[in-house]
């Protein structure tokens, strides 16, 4: 029986908490809206540069998995200059793989590239205009340069392409929307705690004599502190689902256009938002809410 008395009572004060909360928050729906817009805009942001972050490190992957050397042959190389470049590449420590690349190979390696596209080739297959060429895969994208001075001087060479600059460039972009996204991130962080932290103060200010009359009472400090922080979290929650929302269909957006206009990039898919980061906007809007909440509370109850 006790127990059971005991669960009521918890019961009937988490939902006094809840009501007190809600009630709360509809007496200031003006400065709530504001903090519920700024943890909304505060978590699109973070997660527009997750998902940036994302796209971009599963296309440097995608191209290091790809960086290799192509050494287009010239037409009219002759069996010894084929042979003695050959040789060359396979003697160098830093090569993993050479692969003879015909011309009808590696057009039909271009229309797998392009599969959706395929109409862009039409009238190539009689005048293949693609090159013999040896593709050389390196153990390590930093070795590419080495391997490239060693044959570009080699007789029977029509052209090199070699892919490390790209994956430099990708990187050092990477770098860059990282640093600037965690700025941004901290400082809408600041933001939004600044407003919670007002809403909370406001009612805290409204609310000061029945404050001060249940401290008269006897009511413990978290038993006054949990409606103000169950409201802050409320807040949080909202900003959260709003933030998700428009993520979610932002990005949507933008997935079908880069995914139509530039077909060989390949980036996380839309429902990534809804299956893991919609969660972690769930938990990181709660914690700033309750943050900002117990701030005030806490200069409020020192006074």
């Known amino acids: ?38 943890v909304a805009a505060t978590l699109f942001i973070l997660g527009v540069f997750l998902l940036t972050a994302l796209d971009v490190q599963q296309v440097i992957k995608n191209v290091e998995s790809r960086v290799e050397i192509k050494v287009f042959l010239n037409n009219d190389i002759t069996i010894g200059e084929e042979k003695a470049l050959e040789t060359k590449i396979k003697g160098m420590s830093e090569v993993a793989s050479v692969k003879y690349e015909t011309k009808q190979e590696a057009m039909k390696n271009f229309k797998e590239q392009i599969e959706d596209n395929k109409a862009l080739l039409e009238g190539l297959e009689k005048d293949n205009p693609l090159p013999n060429a040896y593709v050389v895969k390196v153990k390590d994208p930093e070795m590419v340069s080495k391997v490239v001075d060693s044959v570009k001087d080699m007789k029977g060479i029509y052209e090199i392409q070699a892919g490390k600059e790209i994956v430099d460039r990708v990187v050092a972009v990477t770098k860059t929307i990282k640093w600037i996204g965690m700025a941004l991130f901290a400082i809408l962080i600041g933001v939004s705690l600044f407003l919670i932290g007002n809403t909370i103060k406001i009612t805290l200010y409204s609310r000061r004599r029945e404050i001060g009359i249940m401290k008269y009472i006897g009511a413990t400090d978290w038993f006054i502190r949990w409606p103000f922080i169950i409201e802050g979290m409320i807040i949080g929650i909202i900003g959260a689902i709003v933030g998700c929302i428009l993520l979610y269909y932002g990005y949507n957006v933008v997935y079908t256009k880069v995914s139509t206009n530039l077909f060989l990039v390949k980036l996380v898919q839309p429902k990534y938002v809804l299956t893991n980061i919609s969660w972690q906007f769930g938990l990181l809007g709660i914690l700033i809410g309750s943050i900002g909440s117990m701030l005030s509370i806490r200069k409020f109850l020192a006074v």
């Open 1 to 38: 029986m006790k127990r059971e008395v005991h669960t009521d009572m918890k019961i009937s004060t988490l939902k006094y908490f809840a009501i007190d909360s809600l009630k709360s928050i509809k007496r200031n729906k003006t400065i709530s809206f504001a903090s519920a817009a700024t």
